[in-house]
């Protein structure tokens, strides 16, 4: 039945998640593009519109400590469980309309729909419109859903800003009591899962030509900065057999990452950032530092590639006699998605007739800091423009995130069913 209903009004979310999207992206920190990030005033201004678009669909509304905003629409009796919903509203510098937004907005205008159809359902749904999770502002991410699954470290409170500014004192400008932070984590009993939609950020479903794929966990990740040293010289006078080049040693060990994580589809390797610290055209670097990303879907593949990749660079150090060293700054375990939800999010898709690719997820996203709190699950809606997101061309079409949308109600009334059932 419930797969009937959702089909019968193809197209009839479409049109109001994209003007959703476009009437939050009003508010930026650039004139030229859309800049949202922690506690600006362009931040603070999408959480007031979150609260009254969330409110108008019938939600009872609080903004919490550390910003995020949050909408529960009540189950149909009372001492029901809870199905969180959500997404982020913060945005990377230069950033997209879709990224994080949709997995509040879908979830929005499904709430509208059944607030104004007059049903509850046998479960609270709570909307968390999550504050942070790009780690623009502060180095850290994950801030809003940190806080609710109960991971929220004391030690994010020390990092700081671009402008020197501690997290501690960003919070307490604001007005919030640092130790009511802990008290934002939510308990387990009272919820039955969080299921959350993004936009893919990558090319597959859009090369596969389907709308939406079912995440079937979230990939590991370790980040190292790594640091080679040689000898500075002058570009002219040093003769080729005795220079000591840290770039040029920098070089072969990317080369040796990259050929690495070819190895296996679903591991990738990725040096972002690369540095000659003073460098100069005339002089051979005397230092490169770099960073090094490596991700995989397990642990295990993850770890025997970084293995590989430091061993390979202590090779070429030894071999080029230069130093290198590597300093771990992240790690992230893989993050198995929970398979209860993962199957009903399928079935929905495929009452509406399309068979949803599964894909693993190489971007951390906030259900990787909820599948701790509560089973977790995700959805992929196809990213437009050969898949490109983090940017101002990220885009979504409406006929996909209409798609999305019936998909996540199907999946709402059918696990009401079996509530009821
Ligand atoms: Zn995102």
Not at 49 to 78: C, F, H, S, W
Not at 216 to 226: L, P
Not at 293 to 313: E, K
Request: charged letters at 20%.
């Amino acid at each position: 039945m419930a797969g009937i209903e959702a089909q019968a009004g193809a197209n009839r979310f479409g049109p109001r998640i994209m003007s959703l999207a476009e009437h939050l992206a009003q508010w930026s920190e650039q004139p030229d593009a859309l800049t949202v990030t922690y506690f600006s005033e362009a931040h603070r201004k999408v959480a007031a519109e979150l609260d009254v678009l969330l409110r108008a669909a019938g939600m009872e509304v609080r903004t919490d400590p550390i910003g995020n905003v949050v909408g529960r629409y009540k189950a149909a009796q009372p001492n029901a469980k809870t199905l969180l919903l959500g997404s982020h509203y913060d945005t990377v510098r230069n950033g997209g309309k879709y990224d994080g937004r949709l997995g509040i907005l879908v979830p929005l205008v499904l709430i509208e729909h059944l607030n104004r159809t007059r049903q509850r359902l046998p479960f609270n749904i709570e909307l968390l419109c999550f504050s942070e999770e790009e780690g623009v502002r502060f180095p850290i991410g994950y801030l809003g859903s940190q806080a609710i699954a109960g991971k929220f470290d004391r030690k994010n409170l020390d990092a700081t800003d671009d402008d020197g500014i501690p997290l501690r004192k960003a919070l307490e400008e604001a007005g919030v009591d640092v130790g009511s932070l802990a008290s934002l984590a939510r308990k387990q009993d009272d919820l039955l899962g969080y299921v959350e939609l993004h936009i893919e950020q990558g090319p597959s479903l859009l090369n596969a030509d389907v709308p939406v794929a079912i995440v079937t966990g979230i990939a590991g990740a370790v980040r190292h900065r790594v640091t080679v040293e040689g000898e500075a010289g002058h570009a002219g006078t040093v003769a080729m057999q005795f220079r000591r080049d840290a770039g040029a040693a920098a070089a072969e060990m990317i080369l040796a990452l990259e050929k690495r994580c070819q190895e296996i589809p679903s591991l990738v390797g990725t040096v972002g950032q690369l540095l000659v610290p003073n460098g100069a055209m005339n002089v051979i670097p005397g230092r490169c530092e770099f960073s090094s990303d490596i991700r995989a879907s397990t642990n295990g593949v993850r770890d025997a590639a970084m293995m590989d990749v430091l061993s390979s660079f202590n090779q070429i150090a030894r071999h080029r006699g230069v130093k290198v060293s590597a300093e771990e700054v992240l790690r992230m375990s893989a993050i198995p998605l929970s398979p209860y939800f993962q199957e009903r999010l399928k079935a929905a898709a495929e009452r509406l007739g399309v068979s949803p690719l599964l894909l693993p997820s190489g971007a951390g996203h906030d259900a990787a800091m909820m599948s701790s709190l509560t089973p977790s699950a995700m959805m992929f809606v196809r990213c437009g423009n050969g898949g490109v997101s983090h940017s101002p061309l990220e885009i979504v079409a409406e006929e996909d995130a209409d798609f999305a949308a019936r998909v996540l109600l199907d999946f709402l009334l059918n696990l009401a069913e079996e509530h009821n059932a």
